[in-house]
């Protein structure tokens, strides 16, 4: 089958590429910018790449193509897609493609949330792959255990990162109902993606749809100290249920107390039996709270797939973690750079406070790049003031949004910067950096590349 893939270069759909690729299938692929490492991985596997959404495509490299794989980022107007409608290809999702041939007869195990998808994905992945199941997974990160972000797997065991955003312009369920799990961890649930959801009420609504798919003998596992994934499982339940939560949660006129808990020294108990610990490695960032209880969610997934919980300790101990989350850049002048991939408030928030509780009272310079479409229309700026208070200077690119970040940021006074030009901003965060401070650059994409030119220029300030 030959497959031309719009929207190739995003994380998921150049992932599907690769697994298309591997079970056997012909591989082409556009996007509107095609640049490493995503072009780079492609190529690497013999897959063509256009540039742009030319209609001419038809006749040329998607020429003879069975089907045409459309990513949720493409919309009516697009010259290709207009021209296939107008011609009467045949097109499809990439959930839809991947559900009807990968995930057939497949054991799934699916991570949805709000925050940490990534994360946990990949530590269940890695739990798995540890115990020898060779699992199949398509992830929105890239693993440092595995330095690839998906692959078709040699089981029957296959991990997903189960995403609520939609799924196509012509489909607009959540990519997760694609993905009939049999295991399907819900770790939490609150209000984002403003651009396609009015309100929590209407997100909780698409994971109840999630939860209707898993099968009677399917298991779901459940963060039992979000009462927005309570009000889910509310609506209705048919499969068996394991909950998770921190040693500290306490039930109160929730549905069940947690059946598993983990505390702050890493502690695992089930109905009050300790487990065993998780402990990482020396150089791991999986930092803060909400990384214990990713972890205590993996291991309570893999354990449904027949993996011990000690089993899953010990994989634990290896896990190294996932590019782009807290990762180390560089040290320039005694000066510490981070990448991480936080675009929420709450992840912000934890991410700071992770960082807090490792570098103790040494100074975190934060920097934001509010990038997503939520974070766009202004829908969270309100929170960002208490998501940022940790941070003992934040700077803020205030390019291309909707709202005034001067004054959505003013409760943090001083500490608070806000720059609309990238060159000025740069500048300025390298002014105020000294030896011993950690600058943690927070963005959903490149943000220009920010990481390298602050450690060059601290460089040259030396």
Same mark, same amino acid.
């Given at each position: 089958?030959?497959?031309?893939?719009?929207?190739?270069?995003?994380?998921?759909?150049?992932?599907?590429?690769?697994?298309?690729? =591997?079970?056997? *299938?012909?591989?082409?692929?556009?996007?509107?910018?095609?640049?490493?490492?995503?072009?780079?991985?492609?190529?690497?596997?013999?897959?063509?790449?256009?540039?742009?959404?030319?209609?001419?495509? #038809?006749?040329?490299?998607?020429?003879?193509?069975?089907?045409?794989?459309?990513?949720?980022?493409?919309?009516?107007?697009?010259?290709?897609?207009?021209?296939?409608?107008?011609?009467?290809?045949?097109?499809?999702?990439?959930?839809?493609?991947?559900?009807?041939?990968?995930?057939?007869?497949?054991?799934? @195990?699916?991570?949805?949330?709000?925050?940490? &998808?990534?994360?946990?994905?990949?530590?269940?992945?890695?739990? #798995?792959?540890?115990?020898?199941? !060779?699992?199949?997974?398509?992830?929105?990160?890239?693993?440092?255990?595995?330095?690839?972000? /998906?692959?078709?797997?040699?089981?029957?065991?296959?991990?997903?990162?189960?995403?609520?955003?939609?799924?196509?312009?012509?489909? &607009? $369920?959540?990519?997760?109902?694609?993905?009939?799990?049999?295991?399907?961890? #819900?770790?939490? @649930?609150?209000?984002?993606?403003?651009?396609?959801? +009015?309100?929590?009420?209407?997100?909780?609504?698409?994971?109840?749809?999630?939860?209707?798919?898993?099968?009677?003998?399917?298991?779901?596992?459940?963060?039992?100290?979000?009462?927005?994934?309570?009000?889910?499982?509310?609506?209705?339940?048919?499969?068996?249920?394991?909950?998770? /939560?921190?040693?500290?949660?306490?039930?109160?006129?929730?549905?069940?107390?947690?059946?598993? !808990?983990?505390?702050?020294?890493?502690?695992?108990?089930?109905?009050?039996?300790?487990?065993?610990?998780?402990?990482?490695?020396?150089?791991?960032?999986? @930092? %803060?709270?909400?990384?214990?209880?990713?972890?205590? +969610?993996?291991?309570?997934?893999? !354990?449904?797939?027949?993996?011990?919980?000690?089993?899953?300790?010990?994989?634990? =101990?290896?896990?190294?973690?996932?590019? $782009?989350?807290?990762?180390?850049?560089?040290?320039? $002048?005694?000066?510490?750079?981070?990448?991480?991939?936080?675009?929420?408030?709450?992840?912000?928030?934890?991410?700071?406070? %992770?960082?807090? *509780?490792?570098?103790?009272?040494?100074?975190?310079?934060?920097? @934001?790049?509010?990038?997503?479409?939520?974070?766009?229309?202004?829908?969270?700026?309100?929170?960002?003031?208490?998501?940022?208070?940790? /941070?003992?200077?934040?700077?803020?690119?205030?390019?291309?949004?909707?709202?005034?970040?001067?004054?959505?940021?003013?409760? #943090?006074? +001083?500490?608070?910067?806000?720059?609309?030009?990238?060159?000025?901003?740069?500048?300025?965060?390298?002014?105020?950096?000294?030896? %011993?401070?950690?600058?943690?650059?927070?963005?959903?994409?490149?943000?220009?590349?920010?990481?390298? &030119?602050?450690?060059?220029?601290?460089?040259?300030?030396?």
């Amino acid at each position: 089958m030959h497959l031309h893939i719009l929207g190739i270069c995003g994380t998921f759909m150049g992932g599907l590429a690769a697994i298309a690729s =591997a079970a056997g *299938h012909r591989v082409t692929g556009c996007d509107a910018n095609v640049y490493p490492p995503m072009s780079t991985q492609l190529e690497t596997l013999g897959i063509a790449l256009t540039e742009g959404f030319d209609a001419a495509q #038809l006749a040329g490299v998607a020429r003879g193509a069975d089907v045409f794989v459309v990513g949720n980022a493409l919309s009516r107007g697009n010259p290709l897609i207009e021209a296939i409608l107008d011609a009467g290809r045949a097109y499809t999702s990439g959930p839809q493609w991947l559900c009807e041939n990968v995930l057939a007869d497949r054991w799934v @195990l699916a991570v949805a949330g709000t925050h940490g &998808k990534t994360t946990t994905a990949a530590m269940l992945a890695w739990i #798995l792959e540890h115990a020898g199941l !060779r699992p199949g997974f398509l992830i929105g990160g890239v693993p440092r255990n595995f330095a690839v972000s /998906a692959r078709i797997g040699a089981s029957a065991f296959f991990v997903i990162e189960a995403d609520e955003y939609d799924t196509a312009f012509f489909d &607009k $369920r959540s990519k997760f109902v694609h993905y009939r799990p049999r295991t399907a961890i #819900l770790n939490n @649930l609150e209000y984002d993606h403003a651009d396609i959801f +009015a309100d929590v009420a209407a997100i909780e609504t698409q994971f109840h749809h999630l939860v209707r798919t898993v099968p009677s003998s399917g298991r779901l596992v459940v963060n039992a100290e979000e009462a927005s994934l309570a009000r889910v499982l509310a609506r209705g339940l048919w499969s068996e249920v394991e909950r998770f /939560a921190g040693a500290e949660f306490t039930a109160t006129g929730g549905p069940m107390p947690p059946d598993w !808990r983990i505390g702050s020294d890493g502690t695992v108990t089930r109905g009050g039996a300790r487990q065993g610990v998780v402990r990482w490695p020396r150089d791991s960032a999986q @930092l %803060g709270r909400h990384n214990r209880l990713n972890a205590l +969610a993996a291991l309570v997934a893999a !354990r449904h797939a027949g993996v011990t919980v000690d089993a899953g300790l010990h994989a634990l =101990a290896e896990f190294r973690g996932i590019r $782009r989350r807290l990762e180390v850049v560089g040290t320039a $002048r005694g000066v510490t750079v981070y990448d991480d991939f936080a675009h929420h408030p709450t992840a912000i928030a934890t991410t700071i406070d %992770g960082l807090r *509780h490792a570098v103790g009272s040494a100074r975190i310079i934060a920097v @934001l790049e509010p990038r997503t479409n939520t974070m766009k229309v202004g829908a969270m700026k309100d929170a960002l003031p208490e998501s940022l208070a940790l /941070a003992d200077k934040t700077f803020c690119y205030a390019a291309n949004l909707g709202w005034d970040a001067v004054a959505a940021l003013a409760p #943090l006074g +001083a500490k608070a910067v806000v720059h609309d030009d990238f060159d000025t901003l740069a500048g300025a965060i390298v002014a105020e950096a000294r030896a %011993g401070d950690h600058i943690l650059v927070m963005s959903n994409g490149g943000f220009g590349g920010i990481h390298g &030119k602050l450690l060059l220029r601290l460089d040259s300030a030396a």
